[in-house]
Nanobody
């Protein structure tokens, strides 16, 4: 099973930027769609963005135009560039292997101060 480890979270002021990374173990990374999800306090985990093995992307309406998902299959790593951060982007961000029973990372905290 693929193991996923997120990094890059932190505290940032509103309007600032962060870049999250998701490092995956296992050569299967390059063939599966991958995604970012987030969970804010008291809320359910929600879809943020996804990317297929060939680079097709999709975004939640709330982050379109501000977040960019990408992947480097040679490094088994996925990224989420987050610009124009808002207070409501505060959450724990998880990367996920989008297949039945796919792996989840442990999450990385993003806190946006207003």
């Amino acid at each position: 099973q693929v193991q996923l480890v997120e990094s890059g979270g932190g505290l940032v002021q509103a309007g600032g930027s962060l870049r999250l990374s998701c490092a995956a173990s296992g050569s299967i990374f390059s063939i599966n769609a991958m995604g970012w999800y987030r969970q804010a306090p008291g809320k359910q985990r929600a879809f943020v963005a996804s990317i297929t093995s060939t680079g097709t992307t999709a975004y939640a309406d709330s982050v379109k135009g501000r977040f960019t998902i990408s992947r480097d299959n040679t490094k088994n790593t996925m990224y989420l560039q987050m610009n124009g951060l808002k207070f409501e982007d505060t959450a724990v961000y998880y990367c996920h292997e989008i297949i039945s029973g796919g792996s989840w990372g442990q999450g990385t905290q993003v806190t946006v101060s207003s």
